[in-house]
């Protein structure tokens, strides 16, 4: 059982449960003094520590010592100005009880018996993981810069006109004139950490006692291979190239095929990063990964990603055709990793090849075929509608053939926090 160690062990091995207590909190302290809260990832990433403890199903007692060093933790923490940012203000506060869950979960796995000892590694080690990740792949997503000091922006500018409007422009007067709909955009943009937090948690079965990477590897690939694909088409999206005139002025669509078309510079420290987007194609991976799941969260992760094609567009951070390619790139994602599934490797690899081919072939077409697509809407229309329809068909067939591991297929959560493991 959890917390029997001190019960059952002889001197020398609480002696190290101690010491192991000492620098565990000692380290977590320091990760909370040194801890940079001026963008919301990281401590979204690190918020995301509580679902992993309370997947864990925590006893009544321990969640109070757990909300109470949460609590503490705001001693050391150093808080940004938050005056302005509703985002830091809320993601900051939420990252101070994934501290506290950290703390829980290394001290429930000094001091437990082997199973229960194991069932503490097995949800621990994947929310570092999912840590680690987001603040690594936070810098990485900026090598691009180094690479590239023009971007292929008004290509991509001129792509999304060709389907008779602009769709970043259009969703970002949309976001201006409404706060609701600007709020829940920028939290679904800005929370993306938790909410793989929460999927990654809830794949994991109730009291497993080996900890599975799945997921960590999918988002990875997607990370690494987004890292490789910005190259073809290097671009920032519209409100860093535009400026003021984004959202409200836009040229018509008779205008666009008089456009030069020549790459632009933009500032250094502005990331390269527009296409794919790694956004869209996270969040479709999540909604891909939550069947079996309860329907509330399936439902939810659909809105998520509707969400996330508002915020996507609303902040100016990327372009229509951005998320169009995205999705093929999840296709391969998926189907490479096949997360909790043994699939063929002939199957993945077809699956795998027609994703990757499909995403090529729009990010090619985006550097060498713009002045094409703006012969008529029906073109572009027609070219974005079979891809979403090819990968639509081929993730369902890919989805309807995989067969459940035994070790790893996810089970149907149980609520969080509930009592007794």
């Known amino acids: 059982m959890a917390w029997e160690a001190w019960k059952t062990s002889g001197f020398e091995r609480k002696l190290l449960a101690i010491a192991g207590s000492a620098l565990w ?19 979204a990433a690190i918020a995301g520590g509580m ?49 506290g869950a950290f703390l829980i979960l290394g001290w429930r796995w000094l001091w437990s018996e082997p199973s229960a000892r194991r069932k503490a590694y097995a949800m621990l080690t994947p929310a570092i993981g999912l840590v680690f990740f987001v603040f690594s ?31 970043s422009f259009l969703m970002g007067q949309a976001m201006a004139v409404s706060v609701l709909l600007r709020f829940a955009a920028r939290l679904a943009y800005f929370s993306l950490p938790f909410v793989m937090a929460l999927v990654y948690a809830l794949r994991l079965p109730k009291g497993s006692e080996r900890p599975s990477w799945d ?33 409200w002025q836009a040229l018509p669509y008779g205008s666009l095929p008089r456009l030069f078309l ?55 951070e990327h372009y229509f055709v951005d998320l169009v390619a995205g999705i ?44 094409a697509m703006l012969v008529s809407p029906i073109l572009p229309w027609s070219l974005a509608t079979a891809i979403c329809l090819a990968v639509f068909v081929l993730n369902a067939r890919f989805a309807g053939a995989v067969g459940s591991s035994s070790s790893n297929a996810p089970e149907r959560p149980a609520a969080l926090g509930q009592e007794a493991i």
């Open 328 to 371: 093929p790139f999840a296709l391969f994602v998926q189907a490479v990793v096949s997360p909790g599934h043994r699939v063929s490797f002939s199957r993945r690899a077809v699956v795998a090849a027609a994703g990757m081919a499909m995403t090529l072939a729009w990010l090619l077409l985006a550097r060498f075929g713009v002045k």
């Open 215 to 247: 997921m960590i590897i999918l988002f990875l690939l997607a990370g690494l291979g987004g890292l490789a694909l910005y190259n073809i088409v290097p671009a920032a999206g519209p409100a860093y190239v535009f400026g003021t005139s984004f959202p």
């Open 137 to 167: 792949i936070r810098r990485a997503l900026s090598l691009a810069n180094l690479l590239h000091p023009k971007t292929y922006d008004l290509y991509l500018y001129a792509f999304d006109g060709s389907f008779g409007f602009q769709p």
């Open 262 to 316: 020549e790459p632009v510079s933009v500032a250094r420290n502005i990331p390269r990063n527009a296409i794919p987007s790694l956004h869209m194609a996270w969040a479709v991976l999540l909604y891909w990964n939550t069947k079996g799941l309860s329907l509330t969260l399936r439902i939810f992760l659909a809105a998520y990603v509707a969400l996330t094609v508002v915020s996507t567009l609303g902040t100016g």
């Open 51 to 99: 679902i992993f403890y309370l997947r864990s199903a925590p006893k009544i007692a321990e969640q109070v010592a757990w909300l109470a060093f949460s609590v503490g933790f705001a001693w050391i923490v150093h808080f940004p100005d938050t005056e302005r940012s509703w985002k830091l203000a809320g993601f900051s506060v939420a990252a101070l009880f994934g501290l």
């Open 25 to 43: 909190c000692v380290l977590l302290l320091a990760a909370a003094w040194m801890m940079e809260l001026n963008e919301p990832y990281l401590p």
